[in-house]
Nanobody
Framework: QVQLVESGGGLVQAGGSLRLSCAAS????????MGWFRQAPGKEREFVAA????????SYADSVKGRFTISRDNAKNTLYLQMNSLKPEDTAVYYC???????????????????WGQGTQVTVSS
């Protein structure tokens, strides 16, 4: 059973950048499709981005397209989220999530993820 630990959050000014990491242990990251989600205060958790097992297919929420990039290094058992041109509305706790998959190019629906990290806070000041 894989354990996920996020890092890289912090306080940044609007227009700045951050890179989040999600380290996996207890399992092989390459067996999992992975995603990033976020939850702002008083709001429901929302999908941000996802990547297939192979890394060959990605998906993004419209609100982050062109600004965020999801990637993975299966050799390092690590998932990344590069966030550029950050806006105050990007402020949230960011979670990585995984779903063990057979298919290497399929991205699960947001509701299908069943392994979650504890989250890392991202705060964007205006």
């Amino acid at each position: 059973q894989v354990q996920l630990v996020e890092s890289g959050g912090g306080l940044v000014q609007a227009g700045g950048s951050l890179r989040l990491s999600c380290a996996a242990s207890g399992g092989t990251l390459s067996s999992y499709a992975m995603g990033w989600f976020r939850q702002a205060p008083g709001k429901e958790r929302e999908f941000v981005a996802a990547i297939s097992r192979s890394g060959g297919r990605t998906s993004y929420a419209d609100s982050v397209k062109g600004r965020f990039t999801i990637s993975r290094d299966n050799a390092k058992n690590t998932l990344y989220l590069q966030m550029n041109s950050l806006k105050p509305e990007d402020t949230a706790v960011y979670y990585c999530a995984g779903k063990r998959m057979v298919a290497v190019t399929t991205i699960p629906a947001p509701s299908e993820y069943n392994y979650w990290g504890q989250g890392t806070q991202v705060t964007v000041s205006s």
